[in-house]
């Protein structure tokens, strides 16, 4: 079965093909990286403009990459939120587009299930799973019994840990996009500044970040205000080790109490390979991390998400799919 995916939720444009959910024909990737870059962070109305500009030639490299027909193509799979409303309404309507004129059933994919989804294109998940969800936008932790059954049962009461990451950056002056930036500093620098391990010790699964970056800011400006110097690797080491034990803490303690036969790590903060290292030496069963051109977004992701919600429900869509910025991750 070949599934064209379509993902356009922030700032990148991504169109896939992927057969059968494991066979990744073509993942074409055009990001927005430096245009955002001098801003410090993503432009909703300029991210969706270059969307509008991109996506007709994204689609055309999918398919020339593929070498795949349109007529080929079995389903569509689109990502329908959560994510930016502008940037989402265009590959929507793009994929839209798509199926009415092939006459190809449709399907809206939740961009977050196509992060836990992109596992399963390198690895077989096994249930039941804990799944980290770590992103510039959601921390979350999941308990999945099966294909596309989620519980929450944790999450962020404030920052997402992404978020966090880029908004430490920032103010130690690190270059966009702060967290592979935050990341490589860290493993040159030593935890000197013993930042607070915010809720570690506290009963639920739930995450907050906020605290910790106001220390970080608050330090940074004390430091500055004393006219004393900066350690910029030991302020990210500082503030990975901090970030770290209590994602590790907490997860590692969902895993036992639930009896995960895996752990699956999410998001593009699942690219980060202070957590993976720390994940690797302590968890009791087995871990899933996929590989780094499928933590960021991409359109294989949904691709894959869709083929697996597909065969689950065996449901398409009428062409009435809408973005939603909020959208949450539901069970089916």
């Given amino acids: 079965m070949l599934v064209l995916g379509v993902e356009s939720s922030c700032d990148e444009t991504s169109v896939a093909i992927v057969r059968d959910g494991k066979e990744v024909l073509s993942n074409v990737i055009l990001t927005q990286i430096d245009i955002h870059k001098k801003f410090g962070g993503v432009v909703p109305e300029v991210a969706s403009r270059h969307h509008v500009y991109n996506v007709s030639m994204v689609f055309k490299e999918a398919f020339a990459k593929a070498n795949v027909k349109e007529e080929d193509i079995?389903?569509?799979?689109?990502?329908?939120?959560?994510?930016?409303?502008?940037?989402?309404?265009?590959?929507?309507?793009?994929?839209?587009?798509?199926?009415?004129?092939?006459?190809?059933?449709?399907?809206?994919?939740?961009?977050?299930?196509?992060?836990i989804y992109a596992n399963q294109i390198e690895h077989e998940m096994e249930f039941p799973l804990i799944a980290l969800l770590v992103s510039g936008g959601n921390t979350e932790l999941v308990y999945m019994k099966d294909h596309f059954d989620f519980e929450i049962i944790g999450e962020t009461l404030d920052d997402a840990v992404g978020e966090a990451y880029d908004k430490v950056a920032r103010v130690l002056n690190l270059s966009y996009p702060g967290g592979p930036e935050v990341d490589k500093r860290a493993a040159l620098g030593k935890d000197t500044y013993k930042l607070p391990r915010v809720m570690l010790n506290h009963d639920d699964y739930n995450f907050s970040f906020s605290g910790l970056k106001s220390a970080v800011i608050n330090l940074v400006h004390n430091l500055h205000q004393r006219n004393e110097e900066v350690d910029v690797n030991n302020m990210c080491a500082s503030f990975q080790s901090s970030v770290i034990d209590v994602l590790v803490n907490k997860t590692l303690k969902a895993v036992n109490e639930y009896n995960a036969k895996?752990?699956?790590?999410?998001?593009?903060?699942?690219?980060?390979?202070?957590?993976?290292?720390?994940?690797?030496?302590?968890?009791?069963?087995?871990?899933?991390?996929?590989?780094?051109?499928?933590?960021?977004?991409?359109?294989?992701?949904?691709?894959?998400?869709?083929?697996?919600?597909?065969?689950?429900?065996?449901?398409?869509?009428?062409?009435?799919?809408?973005?939603?910025?909020?959208?949450?991750?539901?069970?089916?």
């Fill in 74 to 115: 079995d389903l569509v799979a689109v990502t329908e939120g959560p994510g930016l409303i502008g940037s989402l309404l265009v590959g929507i309507n793009a994929a839209k587009t798509f199926a009415y004129i092939y006459n190809k059933p449709i399907i809206g994919v939740n961009h977050l299930a196509g992060h």
């Fill in 262 to 332: 895996m752990l699956v790590v999410a998001g593009g903060v699942s690219a980060n390979k202070g957590l993976k290292n720390a994940l690797e030496k302590v968890v009791p069963c087995k871990l899933s991390i996929p590989s780094i051109k499928y933590c960021t977004d991409n359109a294989a992701m949904i691709a894959a998400c869709g083929y697996y919600q597909y065969k689950k429900t065996h449901q398409t869509r009428a062409l009435d799919i809408n973005g939603s910025s909020t959208m949450e991750l539901k069970s089916l």
